[in-house]
């Protein structure tokens, strides 16, 4: 638990502004991948056609498309990005197993690329936070300006 702190401590007061930049384009393709499978939901059940959980997919799929929108707002925004990023990385973890991995680790495929581009990204973003160009960064710094006993 203290090596989390320390991460945490670390990320927070080491985040060039750049990297807000690169958190919001990662928010952007989130909530695009979420329209993509809300709009187009007969794609992501032909991906999870082939699995053996067909019980589950009605389930992923909406939650799939839910974080993904959701999360990917979140993480635009630099709202509780930590937990944002959390939700999502099961997502990535599950499309790389049990999506891109039946087709070979090694093929040449720009979705299994975006999907480890994308987990290594909210990997970092879990470790390094949100930054200075975000929600939580402008609720930390007027924490002091709010009267509790107001809320």
Do not use: C
Request: cysteine-free; glycine content about 6%; aromatic content about 14%.
């Amino acid at each position: 638990m203290q090596l989390v702190k320390k991460l945490q401590t670390y990320g927070d007061t080491h985040h060039p502004k750049w990297l807000d930049i690169m958190r919001i384009a990662l928010g952007l393709i989130l909530v695009w991948k979420g329209y993509y499978y809300i709009s187009n939901t007969d794609a992501l059940n032909q991906l999870l056609l082939d699995n053996k959980f067909h019980l589950y997919n009605y389930v992923v799929i909406h939650y799939v498309a839910f974080a993904h929108l959701i999360g990917g707002i979140l993480i635009i925004l630099g709202l509780v990005t930590r937990i944002a990023v959390l939700a999502q990385i099961p997502v990535l973890l599950g499309a790389i197993i049990f999506v891109h991995a039946k087709h070979g680790l090694l093929t040449p495929d720009p979705e299994f690329l975006l999907s480890i581009i994308v987990l290594v990204l909210l990997a970092f973003f879990f470790v390094y936070g949100s930054g200075p160009w975000s929600m939580d960064a402008n609720f930390e710094k007027h924490r002091e300006n709010w009267d509790v006993e107001e809320l």
